[in-house]
């Protein structure tokens, strides 16, 4: 494909279904894009209104005066404030002497490098979740290693007590886990694996199996506070909100070279709306 071939409209939505494909802690069983609407540039923003929740009173048919209570209003500010950009060059020699098309391969690439940093920034949001919500302090981080068990007895069900008590609907719930942590649960009989799960879910991007009644993802984005303290996120896509866009995307013929080159532009954003319906735990899982 020659820049001349180029169709910027087509290609920005091609990349924009690709990056989707990658993604785990952006994926839509692990984020909502409630508020996406449009977006052009960077900083732009989406006012999200809440209201507050109205008293349930006692009715005495003849005796009470109902008085309508006046609901208190608020407002978060989702910020699409990540701005990021990708290019790059295809020399016309190579193009001619490679086999198959290099702007293609180098397209999906851009694709995934774009997928590992957005998923690196929502991971990051862990630390907006409540503090009620958290099963322990960085500094005593659980041991999910020595005894595998540990896993599932000392993580996944608290975690789930934790939503549970917060009030959290049990439909949809989710828990990103590392690959270390995914050892340590393929050693416990109570994991359902997702080629044993009867269900199509193993085809979700990430998607390893179920326990304690979560939906496991698999991720190597999982956050690092320190050292080999791990944290492993649970909740539900109603907790974090996230609007993205590759919104630009052009091919041109550099000036100073014989090569076909592309660039192009991800401009995204997340806000969490219902840090308690989130939880987490900071674990060892390594020996």
């Known amino acids: 494909m020659s820049v001349r071939n180029f169709v910027p409209e087509i290609w920005s939505s091609r990349l924009l279904v690709a990056v989707r494909k990658n993604l785990i802690y952006a994926g839509p069983t692990v984020v909502n894009r409630d508020y996406e609407g449009e977006i052009s540039e960077a900083g732009d923003t989406v006012r999200i209104t809440s209201v507050s929740r109205p008293t349930v009173g006692t009715y005495v048919p003849g005796v009470t005066v109902i008085t309508p209570e006046k609901l208190t209003t608020g407002q978060r500010t989702l910020l699409v404030d990540q701005s990021k950009q990708w290019s790059f060059s295809i020399d016309d020699i190579d193009k001619r002497q490679a086999k198959g098309g290099l702007i293609q391969q180098a397209m999906s690439e851009a694709a995934y490098a774009v997928a590992d940093t957005v998923d690196q920034y929502v991971a990051g949001l862990y630390t907006q979740i409540q503090t009620a919500n958290f099963l322990n ?11 595998p068990t540990d896993a599932y007895d000392k993580v996944l069900v608290p975690l789930r007590t934790r939503l549970t008590k917060a009030n959290v609907p049990t439909a949809g719930r989710y828990v990103i886990v590392s690959p270390e942590f995914y050892a340590s649960l393929l050693l416990d009989g109570r994991f359902i694996k997702a080629n044993e799960s009867a269900t199509d879910t193993g085809l979700r991007n990430g998607f390893v199996g179920r326990a304690a009644s979560f939906d496991i993802y698999e991720s190597n984005n999982i956050p690092n506070p320190t050292g080999d303290t791990q944290v492993v996120t649970a ?42 319906h989130l939880a987490a735990a900071f674990i060892n899982p390594a020996a």
């Open 235 to 276: 909740g539900t896509n109603a907790a974090i909100t996230f609007a993205e866009q590759i919104n630009k995307t052009e091919a041109y013929r550099p000036e100073n070279s014989f090569s076909d080159a592309v660039k192009g532009l991800a401009l995204y954003g997340a806000k969490v709306v219902r840090p308690d």
């Open 137 to 147: 302090v960085v500094g005593s981080p659980i041991d999910t290693y020595s005894t």
